[in-house]
């Protein structure tokens, strides 16, 4: 599949949450979403355990149940933080999120990455090791669709209903975690920026907090 020419430098600072600009009217290849999955794979695991999985929802019926879901949670969201209701208030990226609650099941795909073993109530370290075991591979299929034309965004909206979740696409859930469900879509232009980010010397810490 073709790539865009841009450099690793920047697919890095100009992978950006994609919600407005996804195109709901094209569909995504199945050998693209496999092709970002074999780069995916090569990401790392805890003991190389290779404990991951990935549910890729095209199926309309899904899709419109875990919209349901995510739109459910996201209202919640929005509402907890007093923007619930309609329009952004004003604020690009609520006014972002609330585009893509209204179209969330209008995504010609979502990606549910997934791990092996719940951790529900283990030590934050087996925590710790459980999740990065799933999330730099996920991490690494947003960078690898972006470099392809792709757009894609992180979310956990639907982690609220998790278990409805795991009904609606088959996911055993007493043994397996998902981690998160990234909508994909072409996107609409693929002129992304980096955007903004606090300076270094205000979360960086050379050798002593
Ligand atoms: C753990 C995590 C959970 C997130 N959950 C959601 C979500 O449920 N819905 C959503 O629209 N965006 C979600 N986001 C996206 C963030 O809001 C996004 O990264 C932020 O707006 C920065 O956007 P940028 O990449 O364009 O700078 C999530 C991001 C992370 C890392």
Known sequence: MPLLELTPDE???????????????RPVEREMVEECLRLAQQAPTAGFAQNWHFVVVTDADARAGLGELWR??????????????????GNPIVASVRHLLEHIHEVPLHL??????RTDGKPAWQ?????????????????????????TAWTTFHLAFEREAA?????PYDE?????????????GTDFKPGPRRPLKTFVHWDRW
Do not use: H, K, N
Not at 11 to 25: E, G, K, M, P, Q
Not at 112 to 117: A, K, L, R, T
Not at 129 to 151: D, E, H, T, V
């Open 72 to 89: 459910r949670s996201g209202e919640r969201y929005l509402g907890a933080r007093g923007v619930g209701g309609g329009g952004g208030g």
């Open 112 to 117: 549910i990455p997934c791990v092996e073993g």
């Open 11 to 25: 697919v890095l600072s100009t992978t950006r949450a994609v919600r407005r600009r996804l195109d709901l009217t």
């Open 127 to 151: 925590q710790a090791s459980r999740w990065a075991s799933i999330i730099p591979a996920a991490w690494s299929f947003m960078l690898a669709a972006r470099a392809r034309g792709l757009g």
């Open 167 to 171: 009904e609606i696409v088959g996911i």
């Open 176 to 188: 397996v975690m998902q981690v998160a469900l990234i909508p994909v879509a072409y996107s609409i």
